[in-house]
């Protein structure tokens, strides 16, 4: 398939999840979406999709990628320009090009397509899902969620509904540790909202699926991948109806 073939199909796909010029999304990734059509090295593929994405979205649009590290909480320090993503390999191959782009989060930083206003790109976030977590932006800028050829349970946005609900399962844990940016070496202490010890707290695809509506909340496909839209507010109200009646519906099976 040529790349003008490729960029046709995911015209197709996001305009099938209500994706429009000008928004803002939070991009959940796995580039073998993308290697099933054109199979190239992975370095190659990403250049192409982040540019396909910035054409598609536009000036005015936003791109957030998760580049989450979750070393911190095993007493290692975080550093800005090498700390790498565990979260996939499109990640990583924008913070070897866009490091300075990433948000100061020693656990969920995020590399930003652009700079956002009323955003602070300067402090050091100290609390994952706190009012100046990037969470808690994308919740305000109402930001669209894009799932791209994997599951829903990806979306780490729910953990900060999770938080904003204080749900019996989790709790505030502070950790301690240095945050290393431009070679200089500040002392933190993170507050993360983990889930308690011998609970399987990890939210369940068919409970997340029962909140797709084909509206606010849209299932696609990509070739032989699922793909999935959802707007921050409607999940933050679709999940908090679902907790009135149930404390564990996203972990219950």
Request: with cysteine.
């Amino acid at each position: 398939m040529s790349k003008k073939k490729l960029n046709k199909k995911l015209d197709h796909l996001f305009k099938s999840l209500k994706i429009n010029k000008g928004d803002k999304i939070i991009i959940h990734s796995n580039i073998a979406g993308l290697l099933q059509f054109y199979f190239v090295k992975r370095e190659i593929i990403s250049e192409i999709f982040i540019s396909y994405l910035k054409k598609y979205l536009g000036k005015k649009g936003v791109i957030a990628i998760p580049t989450y590290n979750y070393q911190f909480t095993k007493s290692k320090n975080f550093d800005l320009k090498k700390s790498l993503s565990q979260v996939g390999f499109f990640g990583n191959y924008l913070i070897k090009k866009k490091w300075k782009n990433r948000t100061l989060d020693p656990i969920f930083s995020h590399v930003i397509s652009r700079n956002l206003e009323n955003f602070d790109f300067e402090t050091i976030n100290t609390e994952a899902f706190g009012e100046k977590s990037f969470f808690n932006y994308a919740e305000k800028e109402n930001f669209k969620i894009v799932c791209f050829c994997c599951s829903v349970k990806t979306i780490t946005y729910i953990h900060y509904i999770e938080y904003l609900l204080q749900l019996p399962y989790r709790y505030i844990k502070k950790f301690k540790g240095y945050f290393i940016k431009d070679n200089k070496k500040y002392k933190i202490i993170y507050k993360y909202n983990v889930g308690k010890k011998k609970i399987d707290y990890t939210p369940k695809e068919q409970n997340i699926y029962q909140l797709i509506n084909q509206r606010n909340f849209i299932k696609s496909y990509f070739g032989r991948f699922e793909c999935f839209s959802v707007d921050c507010k409607y999940l933050y109200s679709a999940i908090a109806k679902k907790i009135k009646k149930n404390k564990n519906f996203l972990i219950s099976l």
